[in-house]
């Protein structure tokens, strides 16, 4: 493993970046979304994402100088056209139009369109939250999903993420998963470093289950929780997809022709604004969230976003570490 501070791994994220041709707008948003991710300890939205930024770039699947155009669609709703760029510096332009727009009416959308998308929603959740507001999120991804009793792909990883910010300076509660038994992202760390994946993440081509992760990244993942996790992930299909005038993941893939980029499609983003919604009741209803959590915790469970938390104190102290190999390739892109 090569070990880094947070400094250091930000150096070398711009270094990539910028070696490989993005802007200094872009290479700003992307490399931040890259450090919050390895910050975190959620490797498979880290410093390894920038493998598949350069794939994209070098495929022609991404605007590298990308400028988003924000448009005041509606009193509740936001749109961001990216322009063919990676969705941060869309989300950057959309938040200040989108949390104005949840104060004055209690509740607004962020609509982002034409972007192309690898990040893990939590950054973008967690930037509303500091704000006082509630937030969700969710997007399509590439057709890699099999729908609940289906045996080919047809649905993205479809990730969705909600957060609710909390009194006295604790972190928010915020939860952010794949509507995939796992992420994609996962099962290729784990064909990267040779390591079989647990049952029930996938199918290869013929629908049978596998633990290979080549088989499964060249067959289907699953669903979680069945037709559960299946209809959640439709619905991110129908409401991040046509109905923000966007791609669904089965476009998405088609779009990209074989090429191996990141998904390019739209993403729907909610904000509320709990005092809009309480006004003089907003202390003692944010205190019955409070009893919640605590009742959650004193069963001995966690909330979600914890080991994150946790991580983060840790590495901000110590650094982070990422595989040599990893470190290697990324030099070489940085042409250091
Ligand atoms: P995980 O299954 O690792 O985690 C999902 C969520 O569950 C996290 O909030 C996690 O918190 C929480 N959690 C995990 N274990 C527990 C537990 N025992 N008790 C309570 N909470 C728990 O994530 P996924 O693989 O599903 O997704 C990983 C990331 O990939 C997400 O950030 C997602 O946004 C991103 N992604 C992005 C896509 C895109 O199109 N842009 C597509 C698919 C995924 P904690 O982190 O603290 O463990
Ligand atoms: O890990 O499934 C995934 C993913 C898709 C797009 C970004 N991450």
Redesign the pocket.
């Known amino acids: 493993m090569h070990r880094m501070s947070l400094e250091e791994a930000e150096v070398l994220a711009k270094a990539v970046l910028n070696a490989q041709g993005f802007n200094q707008e872009q290479t700003q948003a992307l490399s931040q979304a890259v450090i919050a991710g390895q910050r975190d300890e959620?490797h498979?939205?880290g410093l390894y994402r920038l493998l598949n930024c350069v794939k994209t770039l070098a495929a022609g699947k991404v605007v590298a100088n990308a400028q988003p155009e924000v448009h005041d669609h509606a009193p509740g709703i936001v749109r961001v056209d990216a322009k063919g760029g990676f969705s941060q510096l869309a989300f950057e332009a959309g938040l200040p139009i989108l949390t104005a727009k949840a104060r004055e009416q209690g509740i607004a959308a962020l609509a982002i369109n034409h972007c192309v998308?690898?990040?893990?929603?939590?950054v973008e959740i967690e930037a509303i939250t500091d704000q006082g507001l509630v937030a969700l999120a969710c997007?399509p991804?590439h057709a890699w999903v099999a729908p609940a009793g289906g045996n080919r792909p047809l649905l993205?990883?479809?990730?969705l993420?909600f957060g609710w910010p909390r009194p006295n300076g604790q972190p928010p509660f915020?939860?952010?998963?794949?509507t995939s038994a796992?992420?994609?992202?996962?099962i290729e760390l784990h064909h990267r470093e040779n390591k079989p994946i647990p049952e029930g993440w996938g199918i290869d081509r013929l629908g049978q289950h596998s633990q290979n992760p080549a088989d499964v990244l060249d067959g289907a993942l699953l669903t979680f929780g069945g037709h559960k996790g299946s209809a959640l992930s439709i619905m991110i299909e129908l409401i991040a997809g046509p109905l923000i005038g966007d791609l669904t993941s089965a476009e998405s893939l088609a779009y990209d022709d074989g090429a191996g980029a990141s998904?390019y499609h739209g993403e729907l983003i909610l904000a509320m604004d709990p005092e809009r919604f309480l006004g003089s009741t907003l202390e003692d209803y944010m205190a019955r969230a409070e009893d919640l959590f605590s009742s959650i915790i004193a069963q001995g469970?966690?909330?979600?976003?914890?080991?994150?938390y946790t991580a983060r104190q840790r590495t901000q102290k110590e650094g982070i570490s990422i595989p040599e190999s990893l470190y290697q390739e990324l030099s070489r892109l940085a042409r250091l």
């Open positions: 959620c498979s939205h998308h690898f990040s893990a929603l939590w997007n991804s993205g990883t479809n990730p993420a915020i939860f952010d998963f794949a796992i992420a994609r992202g996962d998904p469970a966690r909330l979600p976003s914890q080991r994150r």
